[in-house]
């Protein structure tokens, strides 16, 4: 009777500790493949005491290196030493292949996939930064390290749509000023005619109090009644001569807007009419 209670207490706590490290694991867009799980590497499944040299190495020497060998590495890719293995945790590599996750090769094959156990083993070594040799790793790190390195993606800029009542500094400001003023001799960079460069946001600023077009150099110039008026060709037409009082008013701001996004047509589209243009002009 007392042996059965032991048992059974050791079974429950078992069961316990076992479902902590069921998860589902991200898999890829495999339809009609059939995955066959690897059993686990070492006889007894210790997700707790976890060390490179006990738990990870056994894993990795049995079930990867007779291919990513240090001899002839399948894919370039050698593991069979911790600090080879290191550059894999790092990217990402190591934990997305063994999870099949998309977007990674899926190891050891595409119909050979590690057990639970096995895979969890490696997470909570790589999680508590994974430390070499016989080192125990804190399975409940203050900083943890995510296992899944995400693929950077590069974000476009967020198209601001253009609004009739804001004179945007890139579509407007920065055009009329530079071909107007930073012209060879007058203010561009070299000639910079009394201290003043006009070619660039920074530049401009200098002549500009924001919010202020009275205290701003750059707008008395354009105003100025006497020979000091610029640019000294003749005076800016009153269109252009408004935008900059207003671009000043509306606190002279580094912003732009995309012209196209208002325009921007997204259902019906070609080849033809929308994707090879827009590949010929850029
Ligand atoms: C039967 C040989 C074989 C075994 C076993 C094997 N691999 Fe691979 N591995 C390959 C090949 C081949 C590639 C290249 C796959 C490709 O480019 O499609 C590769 C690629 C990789 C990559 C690079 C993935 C990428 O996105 O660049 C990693 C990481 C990797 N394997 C890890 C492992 C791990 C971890 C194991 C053990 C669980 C393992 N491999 C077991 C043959 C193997």
């Given at each position: 009777?007392?042996?059965?209670?032991?048992?059974?207490?050791?079974?429950?706590?078992?069961?316990?500790?076992?479902?902590?490290?069921?998860?589902?694991?991200?898999?890829?867009?495999?339809?009609?493949?059939?995955?066959?799980?690897?059993?686990?590497?070492?006889?007894?499944?210790?997700?707790?005491?976890?060390?490179?040299?006990?738990?990870?190495?056994?894993?990795?020497?049995?079930?990867?290196?007779?291919?990513?060998?240090?001899?002839?590495?399948?894919?370039?890719?050698?593991?069979?030493?911790?600090?080879k293995i290191q550059t894999y945790v790092k990217n990402g590599k190591l934990y997305g292949s063994l999870t099949h996750a998309?977007?990674?090769?899926?190891?050891?094959?595409?119909?050979?996939?590690?057990?639970?156990?096995?895979?969890?083993?490696?997470?909570?070594?790589?999680?508590?930064?994974?430390?070499?040799?016989?080192?125990?790793?804190?399975?409940?790190?203050?900083?943890?390290?995510?296992?899944?390195?995400?693929?950077?993606?590069?974000?476009?800029?967020?198209?601001?749509?253009?609004?009739?009542?804001?004179?945007?500094?890139?579509?407007?400001?920065?055009?009329?000023?530079?071909?107007?003023?930073?012209?060879?001799?007058?203010?561009?960079?070299?000639?910079?005619?009394?201290?003043?460069?006009?070619?660039?946001?920074?530049?401009?600023?200098?002549?500009?109090?924001?919010?202020?077009?009275?205290?701003?150099?750059?707008?008395?110039?354009?105003?100025?009644?006497?020979?000091?008026?610029?640019?000294?060709?003749?005076?800016?037409?009153?269109?252009?001569?408004?935008?900059?009082?207003?671009?000043?008013?509306?606190?002279?701001?580094?912003?732009?807007?995309?012209?196209?996004?208002?325009?921007?047509?997204?259902?019906?589209?070609?080849?033809?009419?929308?994707?090879?243009?827009?590949?010929?002009?850029?």
């Amino acid at each position: 009777m007392k042996r059965i209670l032991v048992l059974s207490i050791v079974a429950s706590l078992w069961a316990c500790l076992e479902d902590k490290n069921i998860e589902i694991v991200p898999q890829g867009n495999k339809v009609d493949t059939v995955l066959t799980v690897i059993p686990s590497t070492n006889s007894i499944c210790d997700t707790v005491s976890i060390s490179f040299d006990k738990s990870v190495w056994s894993i990795m020497n049995k079930q990867c290196v007779s291919c990513h060998n240090a001899s002839n590495p399948s894919a370039g890719v050698d593991l069979s030493s911790y600090d080879k293995i290191q550059t894999y945790v790092k990217n990402g590599k190591l934990y997305g292949s063994l999870t099949h996750a998309v977007g990674y090769k899926p190891m050891p094959s595409a119909t050979l996939k590690l057990n639970n156990c096995d895979i969890t083993m490696i997470r909570k070594w790589i999680r508590g930064s994974s430390p070499a040799g016989a080192i125990l790793v804190d399975i409940n790190p203050t900083n943890p390290i995510n296992p899944v390195v995400d693929v950077p993606v590069i974000k476009p800029p967020i198209a601001v749509n253009c609004s009739p009542d804001t004179v945007y500094f890139k579509q407007k400001i920065l055009p009329l000023i530079v071909s107007n003023c930073a012209m060879s001799g007058c203010h561009d960079a070299i000639s910079k005619q009394d201290g003043v460069i006009l070619t660039d946001y920074t530049n401009i600023m200098r002549e500009v109090k924001i919010s202020n077009p009275a205290g701003s150099d750059l707008y008395k110039s354009l105003i100025e009644t006497r020979e000091d008026r610029m640019p000294p060709a003749g005076p800016l037409s009153t269109e252009n001569i408004n935008n900059v009082l207003t671009w000043i008013k509306q606190g002279a701001k580094n912003n732009g807007c995309d012209a196209s996004a208002t325009n921007c047509i997204t259902s019906n589209v070609s080849f033809k009419t929308v994707i090879q243009p827009i590949l010929a002009t850029n």
